[in-house]
């Protein structure tokens, strides 16, 4: 087999496996019901998903023998920006109370961002 047979055969197993992702991805954010657990099947199942795709094309080009750093940049921007997108959609949630609160933990004052210690009797700093 030459590179470049190898290279469309791991193409078409990431398109398999990309495609299976998405699709799982999918219809957990169908058959979820509330944010919070809506949240993790795009982007969690959903990045991988995208990212085996991104992969296939990446194997398709280099096969072709026209590379490019398109794919590489996808792939980067997704993965650094689909969890700060999906914290920011996880506090939101919690601030406007569209999901259960968590829990009070056992042994300490604070637990996410909804409890917060009273600072209002200790002296502030004095400033210049």
Do not use: Y
Not at 31 to 38: H, L, V
Not at 57 to 75: C, R, V, Y
Not at 94 to 119: A, F, G, Q, V, Y
């Amino acid at each position: 087999m030459t590179l470049e047979t190898l290279a469309i055969i791991g193409a078409a197993i990431s398109l398999l496996i990309g495609s299976i992702f998405v699709l799982v991805g999918v219809i957990g954010l169908l058959k979820f019901n509330d944010p919070m657990t809506r949240l993790h099947a795009p982007t969690k199942v959903g990045t991988l998903g995208i990212g085996m795709l991104l992969l296939a094309s990446i194997l398709t080009a280099a096969a072709s023998g026209d590379p490019s750093m398109h794919e590489f940049l996808i792939m980067a921007f997704l993965f650094v920006t689909a969890p700060v997108s999906a914290h920011f959609l996880a506090k939101v949630s919690i601030h406007t109370r569209e999901c259960m609160t968590p829990p009070k933990p056992t042994d300490d004052e604070m637990w996410s961002t909804l409890d917060s210690p009273d600072h209002s009797n200790e002296e502030k700093p004095a400033t210049k």
